[in-house]
């Protein structure tokens, strides 16, 4: 391995530490320790980065977080997907219908990317916003994606992530995870109230491809004091028509569910 390749493996490694939701800044120190590499090596390549605005040093703590470059990157992908094009007008017109959020990802390396998301701030105002990495445990979109992948697939993700208990309605037991989600396969769509966050409810179907593949999801979410749990669930059937629309868009021909 020539020396530039491994600087750029270690790159990947540092920039790869900052793929979490949890993460906000890091020291050189704390990189160091982490990948097991030298101080001076992680500061040369931050500073060198720094420049072109893919990191940012906190003047006040010292440490590095992601900076604009990055964020501009991650827009410029999820634009240029050719299956949200496809998406957009859907979750457009389920927001302004049940005046709720809508949004759609996938699954990246073992944790949610929203990829699109319209996102409701009051009955006539639609912000448009693409998300970020959420937690796979918790969310709609994550247990409908971790539902419907192969049991070895899903074995090493749930031994690979931290299963963090965000709320006391966090599902965090890998056995009992596995068994909601064979009732989320067996149902169609997955559920999550207050599991990721203590004010909102959210459910969530699957997108297939013309294999039958599950590729993405789509979700609604509200806050608890607009829907009551039932209210929510009378949304389910709506959803989970739309989600096969769209797969049949996709070339599924079967039914769904």
């Given at each position: 391995m020539t020396q530039k390749y491994k600087t750029l493996k270690d790159l990947a490694r540092i920039i790869s530490l900052f793929n979490d939701i949890e993460v906000g800044e890091l020291g050189v120190?704390?990189?160091?320790?982490?990948l097991t590499l030298a101080p001076s090596k992680v500061s040369r390549m931050l500073k060198t980065f720094e420049d072109d605005d893919f990191f940012e040093q906190n003047p006040d703590t010292g440490k590095y977080r992601l900076g604009p470059r990055f964020f501009e990157l991650g827009l410029a992908y999820a634009y240029q997907l050719?299956?949200?094009k496809l998406m957009r007008p859907h979750i457009e017109q389920l927001a302004e219908q049940l005046k709720m959020t809508?949004?759609?990802?996938?699954?990246n390396q073992n944790r949610v990317i929203v990829l699109d998301r319209i996102q409701m701030m009051g009955l006539d105002l639609l912000a448009h916003?693409?998300?970020?990495?959420?937690?796979?445990?918790?969310?709609?979109?994550?247990?409908v994606l971790l539902a419907h992948l192969p049991e070895e697939e899903l074995d090493q993700i749930l031994r690979s992530i931290k299963l963090?208990?965000?709320t006391k309605q966090t599902v965090v037991d890998p056995k009992l995870i596995k068994k909601n989600l064979t009732l989320i396969r067996?149902?169609?769509y997955a559920h999550d109230e207050r599991e990721t966050a203590e004010n909102t409810i959210c459910i969530a179907a699957p997108i297939r491809d013309g294999t039958g593949a599950v590729i993405a999801a789509i979700n609604l979410t509200d806050v608890i004091s607009n829907k009551s749990s039932d209210q929510m669930m009378e949304q389910v059937p709506l959803l989970k028509d739309r989600a096969l629309f769209i797969s049949r868009q996709l070339g599924y021909e079967k039914n769904l569910y």
């Open positions: 120190a704390e990189i160091s320790r982490e050719p299956m949200r809508v949004s759609w990802g996938i699954i916003r693409i998300g970020t990495n959420l937690p796979i445990h918790s969310t709609s979109i994550g247990k963090v208990k965000y067996e149902k169609g």
